[in-house]
């Protein structure tokens, strides 16, 4: 990592778009998409070569474990990991194991009564693994929007940042040149030498 001295004189750590790619373990392509997400736009040096601050590095990071997180409970719940661990032990199962077990040697009429019963019990259940699966779907699309927007702020935030240390900046500059002034009388005076003032 190199370091750049900005116009406010100040020393950042650059990581080049090769680097980036090093330290995501990723590609050109999913750097790309992962600034893309993170609403990041790279900045560029005097000779057009993409570079990133550590703070870029660290958002994109978060950005891509956060989709990684996100692929991977999707993952499960296509496989129906999800629907398994709810089915494992409920109370629905339960009922259906006794109902099976207490009509094992019944009537032909209890044992109709029974089926219909738990095939009750089993719409039952599929309907609330369905609902609990909307409901999680729903809350992991609203977490995206609240990290992403999170995101986003932290990057405006580090802008308002350096345009604060740019304005301070002038406003020192402004401050020496007006000291640089001597009343000589008579509402005039003599501006000093600066060249001490000047950053």
């Given at each position: 990592?190199?370091?750049?001295?900005?116009?406010?004189?100040?020393?950042e750590e650059?990581?080049?778009?090769?680097?980036?790619?090093?330290?995501?373990n990723?590609?050109?392509?999913?750097?790309?998409?992962?600034?893309?997400?993170?609403?990041?736009?790279?900045?560029?040096?005097?000779?057009?070569?993409v570079?990133?601050?550590?703070?870029?590095i660290?958002?994109?990071?978060?950005?891509?474990?956060?989709?990684?997180?996100?692929?991977q409970?999707?993952?499960?719940?296509?496989?129906?990991?999800?629907?398994?661990?709810i089915?494992?032990?409920?109370?629905?199962?339960?009922?259906?194991?006794?109902?099976?077990?207490?009509?094992?040697?019944?009537?032909?009429?209890?044992?109709r009564?029974?089926?219909?019963?738990?095939?009750?019990?089993s719409?039952?259940?599929?309907?609330?693994?369905?609902?609990?699966?909307?409901?999680?779907?729903e809350?992991?699309?609203?977490?995206?929007?609240?990290?992403?927007?999170?995101?986003r702020?932290?990057?405006?935030?580090?802008?308002?940042?350096?345009?604060?240390?740019?304005?301070?900046?002038?406003?020192?500059?402004?401050?020496n040149?007006?000291?640089?002034?001597?009343?000589?009388?008579?509402?005039?005076?003599?501006?000093?030498n600066?060249?001490?003032?000047?950053?």
């Amino acid at each position: 990592m190199e370091k750049y001295t900005t116009a406010e004189s100040r020393t950042e750590e650059v990581i080049s778009a090769g680097q980036a790619q090093k330290i995501l373990n990723t590609d050109a392509s999913e750097v790309v998409t992962l600034c893309q997400k993170a609403h990041l736009k790279p900045k560029k040096d005097g000779l057009g070569n993409v570079y990133f601050s550590k703070t870029d590095i660290d958002v994109l990071r978060k950005v891509k474990e956060l989709y990684e997180h996100t692929a991977q409970i999707q993952a499960k719940r296509k496989k129906g990991e999800a629907s398994q661990e709810i089915e494992n032990g409920n109370f629905l199962t339960r009922a259906k194991n006794r109902l099976k077990s207490e009509f094992a040697l019944s009537s032909y009429e209890e044992n109709r009564q029974m089926k219909n019963l738990t095939e009750s019990l089993s719409n039952l259940e599929n309907s609330i693994v369905d609902r609990i699966n909307s409901i999680l779907s729903e809350k992991m699309d609203g977490l995206d929007e609240v990290v992403v927007e999170l995101i986003r702020a932290k990057t405006e935030n580090e802008t308002l940042r350096q345009k604060l240390n740019e304005l301070n900046r002038e406003n020192f500059n402004l401050k020496n040149e007006n000291t640089s002034y001597k009343s000589i009388g008579l509402g005039l005076y003599l501006k000093k030498n600066t060249d001490d003032f000047v950053l």
